[in-house]
T-cell receptor, first 112, second 116 residues
Framework: GNSVTQMEGPVTLSEEAFLTINCTYT??????LFWYVQYPGEGLQLLLK?????DKGSNKGFEATYRKETTSFHLEKGSVQVSDSAVYFC???????????FGKGTMLLVSP | DAGVIQSPRHEVTEMGQEVTLRCKPI?????LFWYRQTMMRGLELLIY????????DSGMPEDRFSAKMPNASFSTLKIQPSEPRDSAVYFC??????????????FGPGTRLLVL
């Protein structure tokens, strides 16, 4: 079956630090990969996505590259802000299926 | 666009009571999903509909849970009778299903349910 594994949090950083949140996946087909973000008290919002190998998704300074050889989709940002504090979810959607398989989420805390 | 709308945003009830959660998907979307989020189990898919028809309800915990989608603009998730272990945040999401799947899901703000 499909599964997504994320690094456990919380990840605690100072403002302007470099961010990496690791995500690896297992899938039977050729999945699309997503990063969602959940701010406190809110629902999940799509942050970025990639639909095929070597694609790079990017948004709001965040980026992630679909690496088929390592089955990974790590999230990176060069300089985090306090407003980036949130929970980040990696997810996959397998070809032909509408449902998403989510990782457990990684909390990011950014201090001034 | 108003996005996915859920009501109520917060619900506190006593064990044994019936709880009904409501969702209005984004206009034009043809797929709707109900999720439950808890600290222990993370985000779980409960059920999803395509064109108002339930496609996969394997995530529904037990018979106390039921979901309906009488039309394209409204869905309910009902818990009867409710138990303290049902306390969680329940999210509704919608999408426009493309051939081959892999479309983007848009989430509502969630309903925080507390069963005492």
């Amino acid at each position: 079956g499909n599964s997504v594994t994320q690094m456990e949090g919380p990840v605690t950083l100072s403002e302007e630090a470099f961010l990496t949140i690791n995500c690896t996946y297992t899938a039977t087909g050729y999945p699309s990969l997503f990063w969602y973000v959940q701010y406190p008290g809110e629902g999940l919002q799509l942050l970025l996505k990639a639909t095929k190998a070597d694609d790079k998704g990017s948004n709001k300074g965040f980026e992630a590259t679909y690496r088929k050889e390592t089955t990974s989709f790590h999230l990176e940002k060069g300089s985090v802000q306090v407003s980036d504090s949130a929970v980040y979810f990696c997810a996959l959607s397998d070809l032909g299926y509408s449902t998403l398989t989510f990782g457990k989420g990684t909390m990011l805390l950014v201090s001034p | 666009d108003a996005g996915v709308i859920q009501s109520p945003r917060h619900e506190v009830t006593e064990m044994g009571q019936e709880v009904t959660l409501r969702c209005k998907p984004i206009s034009g979307h043809n797929s709707l999903f109900w999720y439950r989020q808890t600290m222990m189990r993370g985000l779980e898919l409960l059920i999803y509909f395509n064109n108002n028809v339930p496609i996969d309800d394997s995530g529904m915990p037990e018979d106390r849970f039921s979901a309906k989608m009488p039309n394209a603009s409204f869905s309910t998730l009902k818990i009867q009778p409710s138990e303290p272990r049902d306390s969680a945040v329940y999210f509704c999401a919608s999408s426009f299903r493309l051939a081959g799947g892999q479309e983007t899901q848009y989430f509502g703000p969630g309903t925080r349910l507390l069963v005492l």
